[in-house]
């Protein structure tokens, strides 16, 4: 049957009015104004935190807590060798990498890991390099440039000989 103007209808509940609590029994609410008997939401002024359970242990207190989160963390973007040999560039520099579509924010740190092969020779600048990337880099007869701004590695104090 093909809809026209003769035969369309509301969705259901589309013209349903907005409950109108507090106005006696011809509401459809009730005596009680939909609050039941008694108990603290029968109450006015009451509020409940979230996650009240009605004096139950709630979920969240429940749950254990284990771990430690440090707030001074450095967070680097990592970036592995074969996004590098993807590229038609010599030389990637830090204003590059937004460019290049590396990463999504030009202030983030970069750290270069060694997952990948260079087949050829590429400088890059970035603010850390593991051994085995920087290692890789070497042998492919590119350069790898240690940028300031990121957490400086600190070395242990060599141990007092006798």
Known sequence: MAKNLSNLRAPKK???GRKRVGRGMGSGMGKTSTRGHKGQGSRTGTSLMRGFEGGQMPLHRRMPKRGFTNIFRTEYTVLNLNR???LTVSEVKIED???LGLVS????LIKV??????TR???????????SAA???EKAGGKAIVLGGGAQTKEAPKAASK
Do not use: M, P, R
Not at 105 to 108: E, I, L, P, V, Y
């Open 105 to 108: 924010n030009k202030k983030d």
């Open 121 to 131: 020779a590429i400088t890059i600048h970035a603010h850390k390099f593991s051994k």
């Open 14 to 16: 589309a013209n349903t």
């Open 84 to 86: 590098f040999e993807e």
């Open 135 to 137: 290692e890789k880099i």
């Open 97 to 99: 990498y937004k460019s």
């Open 113 to 118: 890991l060694g997952n990948g092969e260079l």
